[in-house]
């Protein structure tokens, strides 16, 4: 048993197969599941858990280079937009941003998509996995 980390078993065997550019999603409770992706649902209630409780989570055990939003996020979702600005800032990872519709069909590359209890629009991102052993944060 593990002393520290990721309690949810699934989620902590998906982060330890990742390798480099491998990419995870966490999503809000609407985004679609694409056939063959694997999906860990944590979605209790409305807003339970946030979509800020578990991207802060990840980011925690999760060694990313490049975070990849749907543009829509900004006008729609200026809160989770501006949480996800903090949490991974421009100078330290990569930003991809796309459609939501381009958003959707990278999501079909993704090894699981997390699903949060998040309601609010547009709260979604990818993570791509960095190598563990460069020089980034």
């Known amino acids: 048993m593990q002393r520290h980390g ?3 078993s699934h989620i902590a065997k998906v982060l330890a197969d990742l390798g480099h550019t491998d990419t995870i ?3 809000d409770c609407g985004l679609p599941v ?3 992706v ?6 209790l209630d409305f807003g339970v858990p946030s979509f800020e409780q578990v991207v ?5 055990h ?6 990849h939003v749907a543009t829509e996020i ?10 996800l600005e903090s949490t991974f800032p421009s100078d330290q990872y990569e930003w991809i941003e796309t459609s939501h519709e381009a958003f959707k069909e990278a999501t079909k590359q993704c090894k699981c998509i997390i699903r949060t209890g998040e309601a609010s629009p547009y ?9 563990i052993f460069s020089d980034r944060p």
């Open 6 to 8: 990721i309690l949810n």
């Open 38 to 43: 694997q999906k860990i649902d944590l979605a």
């Open 74 to 83: 900004k006008e729609n979702n200026p809160k989770a937009y501006n949480f």
């Open 62 to 67: 999760m060694k990313s280079e490049a975070v």
């Open 25 to 27: 999603c966490i999503s």
């Open 56 to 60: 802060s989570v990840i980011a925690k």
């Open 123 to 131: 709260a979604n991102i990818i993570l791509r996995a960095d190598c």
């Open 34 to 36: 694409p056939e063959g």
